[in-house]
């Protein structure tokens, strides 16, 4: 679901280099931030702040006409923050009827003994789905420019539970448990969507870029002095994005 | 002059019984032992053809029993290719009673085939249900996990069920030299690969197809005294026979087999005959309800079966309700999508 139209001030910077143009979603933001404090010129075109330049959203998302020639002009490398909620959606909190999967990377991983067992391929099948708008955005976004697109991985999912638990508009889900989905399973879920993303980048020639090492604990959840709301990653994660994209266009 | 023949009702005689009744009014069934009440819960198991007797069970309102059904997460399309909701648990195409039994000793730990696992290029394959898992799993660990999680489903249906119905697909089939434990499908042909030294080819006769099916009604017994059985055999033909001979021939016998051997078991208690068989293949249908490849069955064929079903075996004949999902999705998706959104508007809200 596209939030309704809001329209913020677009991020300015003064340097020398032709600004790095960023399009996507809420994924964007920390990086707009970073931009801000950092005096890092960026060139942000957020879907989130305004969702007027996407036009047939879902079925054939496109942009209106002077976007189109904006990213059709622009001669850098475009960096993608297009969706990268999917995960999210999927298992934030705790279904109903608990489910776990075996991540085939890390099938060392716990199941949950109170969760049912769903093929990762079925689970990969519905992550697909659920991010097929976004991924035909960024095919769009690739059809547009002839330079160098980079998606940005989402952020790693947060370990502390109790801290997500105060971000949850829970009133959203009578009847429905109320409890954040187990760590093992939301760090799945995020390694598997950046794995379906990935693979879907790899066939559209499109670059995938890996989260920030430095920005996770030993298990490879998102260190806390990145948290922002549980979802998005805050400034500082922005901070060391700006550092990567640098580094790609170097 | 007076005979046995004399004064039989007309569905006993050829002519008005099937020559002279219009082909959808055929209705060999007659008398059926037991009826199935709307609160019974039904399982359905067996070749493919059950996949229409579980279809119709869950389209006409009655409490078809899924003990193994797909995640509401997963779309409609998705479920199908992962083989959810065909029958009342994730086993596949049950072709032969020896199948069927096994499966019950395998659910209940009694057998552990030493073919345990069929591993192609890191996909691990059940070599008992090949294809209910498209390529097979990712990893040893899933497919342990998801069998463990199968075999609780099939005793949960085994002791949950008020009647199960089996329909009966083949005789011919092929086993393991080591165990005798027998494929659903020859080794090579969905996953695995043959080794004429480790399988061969079994043709099961009426007394093997009588015994098989004799023991499992005792075992199912013992798990779930009152359970009944309602018996069919497929009318789809072989794709193809192991013996060298026609395969209609195959086909004949091979279905002579079930059709004798359920006969036999259609007379001990709670046991009963559907002749969903008969309904398909009658001459008074002159083969419409074979699809262009002949071997597929048409929809007429399946609804003339199932409504004969509900007539006869049901309390009530039931009542035809939407052609809805055979796993609805519930609405946690959409929730969360909201609850995301509103997470991300705050986000912005609060840099």
């Known amino acids: 679901m596209w939030p309704k139209f809001r329209r913020s001030p677009s991020v300015v910077a003064s340097v020398d280099q032709l600004p790095m143009l960023c399009i996507g979603h809420s994924h964007l933001h920390c990086v707009q931030a970073a931009s801000a404090d950092t005096g890092i010129a960026i060139d942000a075109i957020n879907f989130w702040e305004d969702n007027s330049v996407v036009l047939d959203y ?3 998302p496109a942009l209106t006409p002077p976007l189109q020639q904006r990213l059709r002009d622009y001669s850098g490398t475009v960096f993608s923050f297009i969706g990268g909620s999917a995960h999210t959606v999927v298992g934030l909190l705790s279904h109903p009827r608990r489910f776990d999967f075996v991540l085939p990377e890390a099938p060392w991983l716990p199941l949950n003994a109170q969760s049912e067992v769903i093929p990762v391929d079925a689970i990969r099948s519905l992550l697909f789905e ?18 160098r697109v980079v998606h940005m991985e989402p952020p790693p999912p947060c370990s502390d539970e109790q801290r997500l638990r105060r971000k949850i508009p829970w009133s959203l889900f009578p009847g429905m448990l109320r409890e954040i989905a187990p760590r093992p399973l939301r760090y799945k879920l995020w390694r598997l969507h950046s794995q379906v993303v990935a693979d879907f980048c790899a066939e559209h020639d499109i670059a995938f870029a890996a989260h920030p090492r430095q920005t996770i604990d030993a298990e490879g959840f998102l260190l806390g002095d990145f948290f922002h709301d549980g979802i998005h990653a805050n400034h500082k994660y922005g901070a060391l994005l700006l550092q990567q994209m640098r580094s790609a266009t170097a | 002059m007076s005979h046995p023949y004399s004064d039989i009702p007309g569905y006993r005689r050829w002519r008005s019984g099937v020559a002279e009744t219009p082909p959808a009014d055929l209705d060999p069934v007659v008398a059926f032992p037991f009826r199935i009440s709307p609160q019974d819960r039904i399982a359905a198991a067996g070749s493919c053809f059950a996949q229409h007797v579980a279809r ?3 389209l006409h309102g009655f409490q078809f029993l899924d003990t193994e059904p797909a ?3 997963l779309s409609e399309e998705t479920a199908r290719k992962f083989g959810y909701g065909f029958f009342s648990a994730r086993f596949g195409n049950i072709y032969t009673s020896r199948q069927l039994l096994q499966l019950l000793r395998r659910a209940y730990g009694r057998f552990q085939p030493i073919d345990d696992v069929w591993q192609e290029a890191n996909r691990y394959f059940d070599p008992f249900r090949p294809s209910v898992q498209p390529n097979g799993f990712a990893t040893r660990e899933e497919y342990a996990a998801d069998r463990q999680q199968h075999f609780a489903a099939v005793r949960c249906m085994f002791e949950q069920a008020d009647v199960f119905v089996f329909t009966l697909g083949l005789t011919e089939c092929w086993v ?3 165990d005798a434990a027998v494929y659903p499908m020859c080794p090579g042909t969905v996953a695995g690969k043959f080794d004429p030294r480790r399988h061969a080819f079994l043709n099961l006769t009426v007394e093997d197809v009588v015994a098989d099916l004799s023991a499992f009604l005792v075992e199912l017994r013992t798990a779930n005294p009152r359970v009944k059985m309602v018996l069919t055999v497929s009318p789809v033909p072989l794709a193809a026979t192991a013996v060298d001979r026609h395969v209609w021939v195959s086909t004949t016998a091979s279905k002579a087999v ?10 001990t208690p709670g046991v009963a005959y559907f002749p969903a068989y008969e309904i398909i293949t009658s001459p008074s249908n002159r083969a419409s309800y074979f699809a262009e490849d002949l071997r597929s069955i048409r929809e ?3 609804g003339h079966v ?3 079903f509900f007539r006869h075996a049901c309390a009530q004949p039931g009542k035809a309700i939407a052609d809805t999902a055979a796993t609805a999705q519930d609405g946690f998706l959409a929730y969360m999508q909201d609850a995301v959104d509103i997470i991300c508007d705050e986000s912005r809200l609060d840099p």
């Not at chain 2, 079930?258 to 007379?267: N, Q, S």
């Open chain 1, 58 to 60: 879902p079925d054939n």
């Open chain 1, 130 to 147: 659920q991010a097929q708008p976004f991924l035909k955005m960024m095919r769009y976004v690739r059809s547009l420019t002839r330079h």
């Open chain 2, 56 to 58: 119709h069970l869950r």
């Open chain 2, 71 to 73: 995640h509401p997460l």
């Open chain 2, 176 to 178: 393991s030299l080591e």
């Open chain 2, 258 to 267: 079930l059709r004798v051997a359920a006969e036999r078991l259609a007379g």
């Open chain 2, 300 to 302: 007429e064929g399946v």
């Open chain 2, 306 to 308: 199932m409504g004969l």
